[in-house]
C-alpha cells in the first residue's frame, strides 16, 4: 500500500440518530421535524411536518475493495455514521482529517412552513452542533448550522447566534422554501451582509431544494442517472443567482461552497456568464464592478469526490478553489476506499495543487483548523 494520502473533506454529513429532535426540542417540536422510512431497498419516505416525499436511495456498490470486501457492505457498516465517537476513528482511517459537516435528514427542514418551529429548531439544532459535533474535534469538525429562511430577520438573528456559539458555516438549500423570496432578490441582503460580517461561510449542498422535487424527477430508462445529475444542477443555479446579482460583488469577503456537485462545471459557467454579461451588455442589471467569471472563481468553492476531469479545473483551468470531498459516510461517498479515490485522482498531480484541492483551498474557507500529521 501506497502512502496514506490526507485530505480535508468539503463534504461530509452526519446521520440523526432515531430521536434526535427529541433530545433537544419539546416533544410537540419535534414529532413534526424530519424522519427516513425505510420502504425498500431502492426508496425511502422523507416525512416532515406533515408533508411527505419519496427519496431513492443510492444504488449499493457491488464492487470488491483492494482486500476484497464488498464497498456497499463496509458503508452499511460505517462504524462512525450515527456514533460521534466512533467517526474519528474512521476519518483517520480513510486518511480524512478536517470536514465540513452538513446535516442529512436537516437537509430538509426548509420544507416547514411554521416560522416558530424552523426558528426554534434552528437554534436548538445549532447549539446541539457546536457542542457535540464541534466539540468533539473543535479543529477537525466544521458542522454547517441551519438557518430559519422563512424570514429574512429570523435568518440573520440566527447567523449571529450561530457565529456567537462558534460555528463557521451556515447552510443555505438550493432552492428557497415556497413563497420566500429567491437568493438573487435584494431581500436577501441584510443576510449577505450578516454573513460576511460573522466571517461565516454560506455551504450550498447539491440535491437540498426545499421541496424534495429535485431528488426523483424522472422514472422509466435512465431515471437513475438523470436524477442524481438532476441535483447538481441546484447548486450551480444558486451560485450563478449569487454571482449575476451582485450579492458576491458587493460583499467580497463573501465565500460559497458548493458541495458534492463536481468541478468543472464552474469554469463552464463562468464563460457562460461572462458571455451573458457582454454580449448582452445593454439589458444587464445590476452592473459589476468585476467580470462574473472572476467573481465565480475568487468566491465559489466547489467539492467532488470522484470525478477524473475535477482536478484538470485547477490544473487546466486555473480554477483555483477545487476541493475533495469524501460524503462521508453516504452511500455515494469514498467510505472504504477513500485513500484509493485519493491516490488515483492526485499521484499524478504536481505536489502544489495537489495540496490546495486536498487541504488549502479548505483551510481558506476555515482557517482554524488544523493540519493532518505530516506523511
Ligand atoms: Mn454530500
Keep these: 500500500m501506497s502512502e496514506k494520502m490526507w485530505s480535508n473533506s468539503g463534504d461530509s454529513h452526519f446521520i440523526e440518530k432515531p430521536g434526535l429532535w427529541h433530545d433537544f426540542l419539546p416533544k410537540a417540536m419535534a414529532d413534526r421535524m424530519p424522519r427516513s422510512e425505510r420502504v425498500n431497498d431502492d426508496e425511502e419516505i422523507i416525512h416532515v411536518d406533515g408533508k411527505t416525499f419519496t427519496r431513492a436511495l443510492p444504488k449499493l456498490s457491488k464492487k470488491k475493495d483492494a482486500q476484497g470486501r464488498t464497498i456497499g457492505d463496509l458503508v452499511m457498516a460505517a462504524p462512525g455514521a450515527r456514533d460521534l465517537d466512533l467517526r ?150 444558486a451560485a450563478t443567482k449569487l454571482v449575476a446579482s451582485g450579492a458576491l460583488d458587493r460583499h467580497p469577503d463573501l465565500k460559497v461552497l458548493v458541495a458534492e456537485g463536481g468541478a468543472t462545471w464552474v469554469p463552464q459557467l463562468a464563460d457562460r456568464m461572462d458571455e451573458a454579461y457582454r454580449q448582452h451588455g445593454m439589458f444587464v442589471r445590476p452592473t459589476l464592478s468585476r467580470l462574473p467569471s472572476e467573481i465565480l472563481f475568487d468566491q465559489v468553492y466547489a467539492s467532488f469526490q470522484h470525478d477524473r476531469s475535477a482536478p484538470a479545473a485547477l490544473t487546466a483551468m486555473d480554477y483555483q478553489n477545487v476541493m475533495w470531498g469524501s460524503d462521508y459516510p453516504h452511500l455515494e461517498g469514498t467510505y472504504g476506499h477513500s485513500q484509493k479515490t485519493l491516490h488515483e485522482l492526485f499521484d499524478d498531480v504536481a505536489a502544489e495543487p495537489s495540496h490546495r484541492m486536498r487541504i488549502g483551498a479548505f483551510k481558506e474557507l476555515f482557517p482554524h483548523v488544523s493540519d493532518p500529521p505530516a506523511a
Design 88 to 237: 474519528m476513528k474512521d476519518l483517520d482511517d480513510e486518511g480524512i482529517w478536517a470536514e465540513i459537516v452538513f446535516s442529512s435528514l436537516g437537509l430538509w427542514e426548509n420544507l416547514i412552513e411554521d416560522r416558530e418551529l424552523i426558528r426554534a429548531a434552528a437554534r436548538a439544532e445549532n447549539e446541539y452542533k457546536a457542542t457535540e459535533i464541534k466539540g468533539l474535534a473543535p479543529d477537525r469538525l466544521v458542522p454547517v448550522a441551519t438557518l430559519p429562511l422563512l424570514s429574512v430577520a429570523d435568518a440573520v438573528a440566527e447567523v449571529e447566534h450561530a457565529a456567537s456559539i462558534g460555528l463557521h458555516c451556515i447552510g443555505l438549500p438550493t432552492g428557497v422554501p415556497d413563497g420566500v423570496a429567491d437568493y438573487h432578490r435584494d431581500d436577501w441582503e441584510p443576510l449577505w451582509a450578516a454573513a460576511e460580517a460573522t466571517g461565516m461561510v454560506l455551504a450550498i449542498h447539491i440535491g437540498s431544494d426545499n421541496n424534495g422535487k429535485d431528488n426523483v424527477v424522472y422514472t422509466g430508462p435512465g431515471g437513475a442517472v438523470l436524477n442524481y445529475v438532476e441535483t447538481t444542477y441546484g447548486g450551480q443555479k
